[in-house]
């Protein structure tokens, strides 16, 4: 027998256990990627709406105009948070074809969250307002709560989005795509929202 033909089934059985192993790490690494960005998502939902919350009750020490706006978007930020957007029990989320991981349809809705930030840089953007207004001891814990909230989204915003794109560069390699190892889970999405803190709440 031809000694180059006698190492040939071996060279390809290697091949092929060197190939199936490093599809079985890159698919538990991916499976990880996407746990962590579950988590992250999950972590930054519950943020924006103690954000939300927060504003709301803030609202309650500011003028009566300025307090109503601000209610008003604390209230549509709210809505764009409930349990159906949550817990991916939309119509999306069945097929897998909406965004998010799993065919889990996330719940932030980039608008509203937009729409409270613009609010809350209205209420509060006037150091010297808000300085005023601390020196009623409520309205100073209230304050206080607010500027805790919007810290802790810009941080759970920041950790997500770190999370979200070293799965997408994970799933952008050819050897994920060839083998479909994301199966049908959509691309997790960046969370793209003005998080600014405003300047009367800046610490």
Not at 31 to 40: F, G
Request: with cysteine.
């Amino acid at each position: 027998m031809d000694g180059s033909a006698s190492w040939l089934p071996a060279a390809v059985v290697t091949l092929v256990l060197i190939l199936g192993w490093y599809l079985s790490y890159s698919a538990a690494r991916l499976d990880r990627l996407h746990h962590r960005v579950e988590s992250a998502s999950a972590a930054l939902d519950t943020q924006l709406v103690r954000r939300a919350a927060a504003a709301l009750e803030a609202a309650a020490v500011l003028d009566p105009a300025t307090g109503l706006m601000l209610a008003a978007a604390a209230s549509e930020a709210l809505d764009g948070s409930g349990p159906e957007a949550l817990d991916g029990s939309g119509p999306e989320a069945l097929d897998g074809s909406g965004p998010g991981v799993d065919g889990v349809v996330r719940g932030v809705d980039e608008e509203a969250q937009n729409d409270l930030s613009r609010a809350m840089g209205n209420a509060f953007g006037d150091r010297e307002y808000v300085t005023g207004l601390r020196d009623d001891p409520l309205a100073g814990d209230l304050l206080d709560a607010l500027s805790t909230a919007c810290t802790r989204v810009a941080m759970a915003r920041r950790f997500h989005n770190d999370a979200v794109a070293a799965a997408q560069r994970v799933r952008r390699k050819r050897v994920v795509r060839w083998a479909r190892l994301a199966g049908r889970a959509g691309m997790p999405p960046m969370v793209e929202i003005d998080d600014s803190i405003p300047a009367g709440l800046a610490e």
